[in-house]
């Protein structure tokens, strides 16, 4: 009699469980959403320099203490040769786009170069010596995406590959999303704070062009989502590819949101 009672009692618990089972669960009681993770925002800096310019030596200086100070992922600068103090001879480093920059934001060339934008958040400031404070305020910010950016090179055809992903943290983002080519270690003259012309001058992280037209492409970012683009852009001889990086980042009307460096010869061992 025990054994059966038993029996009938396991057999019971087998079709309640069954029954519970086969019910249909409301999704939203299904999971449990887990926002993602708070990330840092990275500071772009845009430097507005030229060859022909006495004081963005100087420039140069400060900027690379405050990339010192933070850390190159944190901070990530783009010299761009433009305006009136650019070089405009054989060894000019400026470009048509970096004008147009710089027509845009010094549309009648009040500013003194050096000046620089500050993830677009603020007025070009033309003080070097308070740009740290600027980066100080801004890289204490947090992102709605992160950023990154991953080259494939083929040395034959020198063309470049780059992939693109935005990933959401904080709601939606919509905005611009800007992809540029930067050279380092480009040895070309520059006029010097003492007024004379040092032709073994490093010029470093220097604007070299767009991959995605002047003003970059539309883009929207989910949170949780990940959106990706993809471009194909073939580096010109005269660029050494090694010294090659691709900066991306997205951008509204009121700032730059993320922004994110990548060598075309990044170390794998680094990711």
Same mark, same amino acid.
């Given at each position: 009699?025990?054994?059966?009672?038993?029996?009938?009692?396991?057999?019971?618990?087998?079709?309640?469980?069954?029954?519970?089972?086969?019910?249909?669960?409301?999704?939203?009681?299904?999971?449990?959403?887990?926002?993602?993770?708070?990330?840092?925002?990275?500071?772009?800096?845009?430097?507005?320099?030229?060859?022909?310019?006495?004081?963005?030596?100087?420039?140069?200086? /400060?900027?690379?203490?405050?990339?010192?100070? *933070?850390?190159?992922?944190?901070?990530?600068?783009?010299?761009?040769?433009?305006g009136?103090? /650019?070089?405009?001879?054989?060894?000019?480093?400026?470009t048509?786009?970096?004008?147009?920059?710089?027509?845009?934001?010094?549309?009648?060339?009040?500013?003194?170069?050096?000046?620089?934008?500050?993830?677009? /958040?603020?007025?070009?400031?033309?003080?070097?010596?308070?740009?740290?404070?600027?980066?100080?305020?801004?890289?204490?910010?947090?992102?709605?995406?992160?950023?990154?950016v991953?080259?494939? *090179?083929?040395?034959?055809?020198?063309?470049?590959?780059?992939?693109?992903?935005?990933?959401g943290?904080?709601?939606?983002?919509?905005?611009?999303?800007?992809?540029?080519?930067?050279?380092?270690?480009?040895?070309?003259?520059?006029?010097?704070?003492?007024?004379?012309?040092?032709? $073994?001058?490093?010029?470093?992280?220097?604007?070299?062009?767009?991959?995605n037209?002047?003003?970059?492409?539309?883009?929207?970012?989910?949170?949780?989502e990940?959106?990706?683009?993809?471009?194909? *852009?073939?580096?010109?001889?005269?660029?050494?590819?090694?010294k090659?990086?691709?900066?991306?980042?997205?951008?509204?009307?009121?700032?730059?949101?993320?922004?994110?460096?990548?060598?075309?010869?990044? $170390?794998? /061992?680094? $990711?």
């Amino acid at each position: 009699m025990k054994l059966k009672n038993i029996l009938l009692g396991a057999a019971s618990a087998i079709a309640i469980f069954a029954t519970v089972a086969c019910q249909e669960v409301d999704p939203n009681d299904r999971l449990i959403y887990v926002k993602p993770a708070e990330v840092g925002r990275a500071v772009l800096i845009e430097d507005y320099t030229g060859q022909e310019c006495v004081n963005c030596p100087d420039g140069t200086n /400060a900027i690379n203490n405050i990339v010192e100070t *933070y850390g190159e992922k944190n901070v990530i600068a783009v010299g761009i040769h433009s305006g009136p103090l /650019a070089s405009k001879g054989k060894t000019s480093l400026a470009t048509e786009i970096g004008d147009e920059y710089y027509k845009h934001w010094d549309s009648q060339s009040k500013l003194g170069q050096p000046w620089a934008l500050f993830n677009r /958040a603020t007025a070009p400031n033309q003080d070097y010596n308070t740009w740290a404070k600027y980066v100080g305020v801004l890289i204490s910010k947090k992102a709605t995406l992160s950023l990154s950016v991953n080259n494939v *090179y083929d040395a034959a055809s020198r063309k470049l590959t780059i992939d693109v992903k935005a990933f959401g943290t904080d709601g939606t983002t919509t905005g611009k999303l800007q992809v540029w080519l930067i050279e380092d270690g480009i040895v070309a003259k520059q006029k010097m704070p003492n007024g004379k012309i040092n032709r $073994e001058y490093v010029h470093n992280h220097v604007f070299r062009d767009v991959a995605n037209g002047t003003w970059g492409e539309d883009v929207t970012v989910n949170e949780g989502e990940t959106t990706e683009k993809q471009y194909d *852009y073939t580096l010109p001889e005269k660029w050494n590819a090694e010294k090659v990086s691709v900066v991306a980042f997205v951008y509204d009307n009121n700032e730059v949101q993320q922004v994110t460096k990548k060598a075309v010869f990044a $170390e794998t /061992a680094a $990711e």
